[in-house]
């Protein structure tokens, strides 16, 4: 199974309204575009940017939940662990 690039990862602006998100080696992991200009290339940027940390987090809170604590739920009740899961697993999709 492929991994996502390690984070943090970082926006920086460009040139032209683009945002450009690097990981911590430096790599270019991403970019937003202001075209057409609609002026939410820097906050698409720091929320693509804060991706790695998201998931990261979430999955802390997943696994402290299911700790002996899970509770179990009809599979469409659509509560907020089955939610958490199915971010993750959207996450970690592999093409």
Known sequence: MRKHT???WEARSANL??????SA???VVGCASN???SGQAHINARLI???PDL???LERLLGNVSKGNEVWHD???HCVIHEAR???AKAKEVP
Not at 17 to 22: A, D, E, N, T
């Open 55 to 57: 998931l990261a987090a």
């Open 49 to 51: 940017a804060a991706a």
């Open 25 to 27: 080696d430096g790599q």
């Open 6 to 8: 390690a984070g943090p």
């Open 17 to 22: 309204g683009v945002q450009l998100i690097f």
């Open 75 to 77: 599979p469409l009740c």
């Open 35 to 37: 075209v057409p200009p």
């Open 86 to 88: 199915a971010a993750i």
